[in-house]
């Protein structure tokens, strides 16, 4: 029997006294796809196995579990597959301001790590109504997509806090005092600066 030339590799190596393991690289023609193939050991007591070959299928649906928007941006939380066929590379965003004449459509390209569970979007406007589209790409494709999800930015506030001038001062000398307050509400936006006058 020839062999196959999709064949890159066998190796064997010894696992226990009497076990070895094979290891066959293999790489698949598009006509290879659906047909049968089987292995057989060299003892016939140990019997053949076959299998189908398949192809890859593309991720599956992204599931949202939360979404929280601030007035000039957005935090996507959620769960990839865990029985996706193979792993996912990326995860591709696209999201425009929602019923609007002069679209805005911008796309956002995240490489996928395994802590990869949340993704940010910065830059957008507040008080505005958007729509976002996602979807996990692997080596067999792009997935199915989820959405569109729709929400709206924050109105830009004022940041809100408390402080007490009579417990939250404590002087160490005549020119330095230690200050502290609670931050109530950041306005819808992360607090840059804080000014004491």
Do not use: M
Request: hydrophobic share 30%; with cysteine; glycine share 6%.
């Amino acid at each position: 029997v020839g062999i196959d030339n999709g064949v890159n590799d066998i190796t064997t190596k010894q696992i226990g006294t009497t076990l070895y393991e094979s290891v066959l690289s293999y790489t698949p023609t598009e006509a290879d796809f659906g047909l049968s193939f089987e292995c057989r050991a060299l003892n016939p007591r140990i019997g053949r196995h076959s299998f189908t070959l398949q192809r890859a299928q593309p991720p599956k649906k992204i599931n949202i579990t939360h979404v929280k928007p601030s007035s000039s941006g957005v935090e996507i939380f959620f769960q990839s597959s865990e029985t996706d066929d193979l792993p996912v590379l990326q995860y591709i965003l696209k999201y425009d301001i929602q019923d609007t004449k002069e679209s805005q459509l911008q796309t956002l390209i995240i490489p996928a790590q395994k802590s990869t569970k949340q993704i940010r979007i910065e830059n957008l406007r507040p008080s505005t109504n958007y729509q976002l589209l996602i979807v996990a790409e692997s080596r067999a494709g792009i997935g199915q997509q989820t959405g569109p999800i729709q929400f709206r930015t924050l109105d830009r506030q004022i940041p809100d806090f408390t402080i007490d001038e009579n417990i939250n001062r404590t002087c160490l000398s005549d020119e330095s005092c230690l200050i502290t307050w609670n931050i109530e509400s950041d306005g819808g936006a992360p607090i840059l600066r804080t000014e004491i006058l």
